[in-house]
């Protein structure tokens, strides 16, 4: 039996149109965005990439601030609307927790035409981890996820030339 997953989603709002925000935020540079954050190690750098982070079977291996590492796949991408990725392999003390994960970007227009853009992250429990991972790791989790997002909006921002939607 599969373990249930213990999904974390933060959203937020971008000036532009999602065509413009969409191959920004997918090709966004990790370490720019993943912070250390309490407990929760940054992004130091990405080796491994097999190509242009913008297709199906796209692969990664982030390197994380404790030394530990990650392995990132994307499973969807349909411009520019959503993409979905995979993450596992984390060779960290989350590694003792969960099996890995799966996220979901989803970009929306708005009617001011700007984008909306909902980011779901869903944690993969090991045996008998759902209720630590649920009360201990999620709540840190949002927290990394809306720093993280809003870091990813300042880029996309500055970028564009955008302002604060």
């Given amino acids: 039996m599969a373990p249930r997953l213990v999904a974390v989603t933060v959203q937020t709002t971008a000036s532009p149109h999602p065509t413009t925000v969409f191959p920004l935020v997918m090709d966004v540079a990790l370490p ?9 190690p940054g992004v130091t750098e990405v080796r491994e990439q097999s190509g242009p982070w913008d297709h199906v079977g796209a692969s990664r291996k982030p390197v994380l601030t404790d030394g ?3 392995f990132e796949r994307i499973t969807a991408c349909s411009p520019p609307d959503s993409f979905a990725y995979e ?21 929306t227009r ?7 853009i909902e980011w779901t992250y869903a944690l993969r429990p090991k045996r008998l981890r759902t209720l630590p991972v649920r009360l201990l790791i999620a709540p840190f989790w949002r927290l990394y996820m809306r720093r993280a997002l809003a870091a990813t909006i300042r880029e996309v921002h500055r970028r564009t030339g955008a302002t604060t939607a």
């Fill in 110 to 116: 708005e009617d001011d035409a700007g984008t909306h």
């Fill in 32 to 40: 720019l965005i993943f912070t250390d954050f309490g407990p929760l």
């Fill in 87 to 107: 993450i596992s392999g984390f060779t960290n003390i989350l590694g003792r927790f969960v099996h890995g994960a799966v996220g979901s970007w989803d970009l």
């Fill in 68 to 70: 530990t590492t990650a």
